[in-house]
């Protein structure tokens, strides 16, 4: 697992924010602090209530200068349809070759809904100069983070 003050590993992507582009970390470092939230599943209850959750503070997060991006293995195309669906206010990253599930040690399976070498629910906060300053992993995967104390993080990168 990757742990604070460590530099965090670069993520090469697909992003989808309505359109889908490419997506480079290291684009968002630099302008203030970063915030990856790592989740199994679109459409699935506790990620929809997570991402959900992150939106509804979407606000405070922007008041810390924090750049919020949500990271998962599912297809652009699917989390364009989750982000409309749920009304969610920030990037989503693709991950569908895993490469950043890898990079963070986040891969998990959850057969009994057939999903295999998807990201562990988690959270990294990254300062400006891509320190990894905050993480919270989940014990189990269907665990939310502690919103009051990421936001606590994030004015305290």
């Known amino acids: 697992m990757v742990t604070t003050g460590e530099t965090a ?3 090469s992507a697909t992003v989808a924010n309505g359109e889908v582009e490419g997506f480079e970390l290291d684009d968002h470092l630099g ?3 970063v915030v990856l939230a ?3 599943g679109a459409f699935t209850p506790p990620c929809s209530n997570e991402m959900v959750a992150l939106s509804e503070r979407a606000e405070e997060f922007g008041e810390s200068d924090a750049t919020l991006l949500g990271i998962s293995a599912d297809s652009a195309f699917s989390l364009n349809a989750f982000r409309e669906e749920h009304e ?3 990037d989503l990253v693709s991950d569908t070759s895993r490469e950043a599930i890898e990079a ?4 998990i399976d959850i057969e009994g809904l057939g999903l295999f070498g998807v990201a562990n629910r988690a959270v990294y906060v990254l300062d400006a100069g891509g320190e990894i300053v905050y993480v919270w992993e989940a014990d189990s995967p269907e665990n939310e983070p502690a919103y009051d104390e990421l936001l606590e993080a994030v004015r305290s990168a």
């Open 104 to 107: 963070y040690d986040l891969s």
């Open 38 to 40: 790592f989740f199994p």
């Open 9 to 11: 590993p670069s993520i």
């Open 31 to 33: 302008d203030g602090t």
């Open 88 to 90: 969610i206010g920030f």
